[in-house]
């Protein structure tokens, strides 16, 4: 009776072995393709789960906006290049339009920005001032938009009406033509506030969660190898099912 037992044993153990080897083998053969349709459905039945994310994500990022983010302002001043001469020919506004983006770079130049520091006592370094400033150029034109982004009001027109001075003065020893003419200096009631608004970064944090969720999903409907359906062992064993045992949850009294 023994060694019945132990040779049925045996043989239990090689066929357990051979089903989980023919299981490996085919999901290693069939593991670059995804079933998008069984994804999908898995989507579906996880939709509380995902659910759950959203608002998660939505209400992070709206304590995250109410109390936690700082207002940001963005200052602007302009300058318009060109010659200051009575005539100006054709190739002179060229001549202008060309050198336009050499102006922009001279005034968003390290010796410029560190004279603003000076002049500003900003307790920044010329790369950290650089990060707050964008110097752009509108196509076809000549003019130069100075623009400042920070969390200060006045502090952004300061900056901004500083390099734009220094910047003018810079273009004139490095070019040697005319000075550029200003156009609008910043002034505090021109300051924007740029700050995203609640319902944005509200939108931003649920898609946010939405994507995790879906992200966590994928990655544990992928790397799920276990059997759970008579389709899964038809589809991965490859073997007919003989006969299936109910659960049946006992009842408490």
Not at 63 to 75: C, D, G, I, N, R
Not at 96 to 117: C, F, M, P
Not at 179 to 205: F, N, R, W
Request: hydrophobic share 40%; glycine share 4%.
């Amino acid at each position: 009776m023994d060694k019945k037992e132990r040779e049925f044993q045996a043989k239990t153990t090689a066929a357990s072995a051979q089903a989980a080897t023919l299981s490996s083998g085919n999901r290693m053969q069939q593991g670059d393709v995804i079933d998008l349709q069984e994804l999908f459905w898995v989507m579906v039945d996880r939709w509380k789960v995902i659910l759950m994310a959203m608002l998660i994500g939505a209400l992070l990022m709206g304590v995250y906006h109410t109390f936690l983010k700082q207002p940001s302002y963005q200052a602007d001043a302009s300058i318009f290049i060109t010659s200051n001469e009575s005539v100006i020919s054709v190739s002179d506004l060229q001549i202008s339009s060309e050198l336009t983006e050499d102006y922009a770079n001279i005034i968003k130049s390290r010796n410029v920005l560190k004279q603003v520091i000076k002049d500003l006592d900003l307790d920044l370094d010329y790369k950290q001032l650089s990060k707050l400033v964008s110097v752009s150029n509108p196509q076809d034109s000549h003019i130069i938009t100075i623009t400042v982004t920070c969390g200060d009001i006045e502090l952004c027109r300061d900056i901004a009406n500083s390099l734009m001075n220094i910047g003018i003065d810079r273009i004139y020893q490095v070019i040697g033509n005319s000075e550029p003419t200003v156009i609008d200096y910043s002034e505090a009631e021109a300051v924007e506030e740029v700050t995203s608004g609640l319902s944005k970064d509200v939108a931003m944090g649920a898609l946010l969660g939405i994507v995790l969720a879906c992200g966590l999903i994928c990655v544990k409907f992928m790397t799920d190898n276990t059997l759970k359906t008579e389709d899964d062992v038809r589809k991965n064993l490859r073997m007919p099912v003989l006969a299936v045992v109910p659960y049946f949850e006992e009842k408490k009294d």
